[in-house]
T-cell receptor
Framework: KQEVTQIPAALSVPEGENLVLNCSFT??????LQWFRQDPGKGLTSLLL?????REQTSGRLNASLDKSSGRSTLYIAASQPGDSATYLC?????????FGAGTRLTVKP | NAGVMQNPRHLVRRRGQEARLRCSPM?????VYWYRQLPEEGLKFMVY????????ESGMPKERFSAEFPKEGPSILRIQQVVRGDSAAYFC?????????????FGPGTRLTVL
């Protein structure tokens, strides 16, 4: 059974720091892995999608890596800003559905 | 091209009432997925539908919950005799076809509160 775990559950950093969010999954038979951002009481914003054949994807200050064999992904945020404060969700795509982690709640202090 | 639309965005029901949540997929998408997010948790898969067919309902509670995606009109997630534990955000996603290679696009969600 596929389980997705995100560590840490919460993270607080000062503005300007580089940071890494971690995601692990138990079954490497995935089609892709996706990182989302969720603001309180809001929907999901897709940040990066990594296909199973890829190793990483970059968008602006964000970089996501995927190591399928070890069941791990990281989301790297460079030069964090207060506007980055949100919950970050990791999800893996299976045949019919996506499995989500519980998220990392990030707070970037000015 | 409008994204996935869900309505209502907020729904308040009293215990024992029925809740109907609607999802209109993106144009050209014929596959719909429903997820539930309980407070402080990640999203959990509920059901996957294609037009007029339920493909996978392994995440649906066995009682009180049902889903449909008719030939015409939006997909409906129906919760009968709601209880407080049904309070959650319900998200719908759509894709152009099935299978894990297709990205799912998410709607803004419906937040259900059961009093």
């Amino acid at each position: 059974k596929q389980e997705v775990t995100q560590i840490p559950a919460a993270l607080s950093v000062p503005e300007g720091e580089n940071l890494v969010l971690n995601c692990s999954f138990t079954d490497s038979a995935i089609y892709n892995l996706q990182w989302f951002r969720q603001d309180p009481g809001k929907g999901l914003t897709s940040l990066l999608l990594i296909q199973s054949s890829q190793r990483e994807q970059t968008s602006g200050r964000l970089n996501a890596s995927l190591d399928k064999s070890s069941g791990r992904s990281t989301l790297y945020i460079a030069a964090s800003q207060p506007g980055d404060s949100a919950t970050y969700l990791c999800a893996v795509m299976l045949e019919n559905d996506m499995r989500f982690g519980a998220g990392t709640r990030l707070t970037v202090k000015p | 091209n409008a994204g996935v639309m869900q309505n209502p965005r907020h729904l308040v029901r009293r215990r024992g009432q029925e809740a109907r949540l609607r999802c209109s997929p993106m144009k050209g998408h014929s596959h719909v997925y429903w997820y539930r997010q309980l407070p402080e948790e990640g999203l959990k898969f509920m059901v996957y539908l294609q037009k007029e067919n339920i493909i996978d309902e392994s995440g649906m509670p066995k009682e009180r919950f049902s889903a449909e995606f008719p030939k015409e009109g939006p997909s409906i997630l129906r919760i009968q005799q709601v209880v407080r534990g049904d309070s959650a955000a319900y998200f719908c996603a759509s894709s152009p076809s099935g299978g894990g290679r297709n990205e799912q696009f998410f709607g803004p969600g419906t937040r259900l509160t059961v009093l």
